[in-house]
Each structure stands twice: as C-alpha cells, then as structure tokens.
T-cell receptor
Framework: GEDVEQSLFLSVREGDSSVINCTYT??????LYWYKQEPGAGLQLLTY?????DMKQDQRLTVLLNKKDKHLSLRIADTQTGDSAIYFC?????????FGSGTQLTVLP | EPEVTQTPSHQVTQMGQEVILRCVPI?????FYWYRQILGQKVEFLVS????????KSEIFDDQFSVERPDGSNFTLKIRSTKLEDSAMYFC?????????????FGPGTRLTVL
C-alpha cells in the first residue's frame, strides 16, 4: 500500500518562509493534499495538486510536486504565528487518502 | 459556509461497551468517510460509503465496526465492543460527486476514550 512520510517538526521565525516536505511511494496517486490541524480542531484542507501538475500557487501557499522523486512540498511565505499547527500531507485517489504522520510547525516570534 | 459536524466531541466509554459516533455530512455530498487518528500517530482511513453501501474499507475496519446512513442527513460509525486500542480521534469526511470538487471536507472529530 501507499506509504507517506514527513518530518515531524519544523521551527521558523515569524516572517520567514516555511517549507514542509513529504515523500510518497505510489506513483499512481492522483490527488495530493495538504491539510492543517490546529490544536483540538479537525482537518482543514489548505490546498491540493493533481498529479499532472508541477506547481500550484495560492496566495501565501506554494505546492511543488516532483513526480519523478515522488516528493511534494508546501511552502508558506511570510509565516505568521497563526500558521503554527500540524500540517498533513495526504496522497491517493478521491476514494481513499493515505496521510503522513504530520509536521508540527512552530512559528517563533 | 456549509461544514461537516460531528457529535459528541468527546466520548468516554468502558471497554466492551458499544459506541455510536455521529456525523452530519454537508447536505449535497454523496460520498462519506471515516478516518481515525490514534494520539501521536497518522490519520488512518477506515471506510468509505456511497449509495448506501461500503465502497472501500481498510484492514482496521473489522467486524467490530459498522457504518450506517439511517436517514438523509446522518452518517454513523458503530463500534460494537470497544477495546482499549480503539481510543482515538475519529474524523468523518464527505465529498461532492465527481468533477474537480474531489476534496474531502473533514469534521472536527470525536475523541473516543476507552477505559
């Protein structure tokens, strides 16, 4: 089955860019998502990219997809304290998603 | 903005008891899902449901689990005889039919604690 890996922790200073990385194993995955989870809250979809795209930009968020290396990244420009949360990479089809373990982003003042 | 809701937010139960977790998906959505997240671990797919039947299920979704859409609005997950290892956050999700709207919208989760 699909395996999705993320680093567990990332700390950045307010105003800097954050880059959260994700690798996956199933090259047939069609949809690649980034979800945000704040403490005690549910999963909020941030953005997604289809497998036939290389890049998607949405305001402060940029998603890069390297299909050859099966590597997905989420860049958050001008990171704010409100961006502190756990970020999950999720990969798969519309029918079923496999989640990574999540990256805890801490934004330092 | 429409959202997926789940009740209760926290459920505490004794081992061996039955629990029913409730979800109200977004009203025009047709596909429904349950996921769980054991504390500190990954979010894991449990089951998907479409047209009043299970579409896919994972190895976790054994005979102790069942899902139901008892009416036009609710989607429930039942665990017949809870075990300690069922303690987790359970997320419901729904998505609209087809097209580019394939994102799954998640509810806030129900934290299940089995004692």
């Amino acid at each position: 089955g699909e395996d999705v890996e993320q680093s567990l922790f990332l700390s950045v200073r307010e105003g800097d860019s954050s880059v959260i990385n994700c690798t996956y194993t199933d090259s047939s995955s069609t949809y690649l998502y980034w979800y945000k989870q704040e403490p005690g809250a549910g999963l909020q979809l941030l953005t997604y990219i289809f497998s036939n795209m290389d890049m998607k930009q949405d305001q402060r968020l940029t998603v890069l997809l390297n299909k050859k290396d099966k590597h997905l990244s989420l860049r958050i420009a001008d990171t704010q304290t409100g961006d502190s949360a756990i970020y999950f990479c999720a990969v798969g089809s519309a029918r079923q998603l496999t989640f990574g373990s999540g990256t805890q982003l801490t934004v330092l003042p | 903005e429409p959202e997926v809701t789940q009740t209760p937010s926290h459920q505490v139960t004794q081992m061996g008891q039955e629990v029913i977790l409730r979800c109200v998906p977004i009203s025009n959505h047709l596909y429904f899902y349950w996921y769980r997240q054991i504390l500190g671990q990954k979010v894991e797919f449990l089951v998907s449901f479409y047209n009043n039947e299970i579409s896919e299920k994972s190895e976790i979704f054994d005979d102790q689990f069942s899902v139901e859409r008892p009416d036009g609005s609710n989607f429930t997950l039942k665990i017949r005889s809870t075990k300690l290892e069922d303690s987790a956050m359970y997320f419901c999700a729904s998505r609209p039919r087809g097209g580019l709207d394939n994102e799954q919208f998640f509810g806030p989760g129900t934290r299940l604690t089995v004692l």
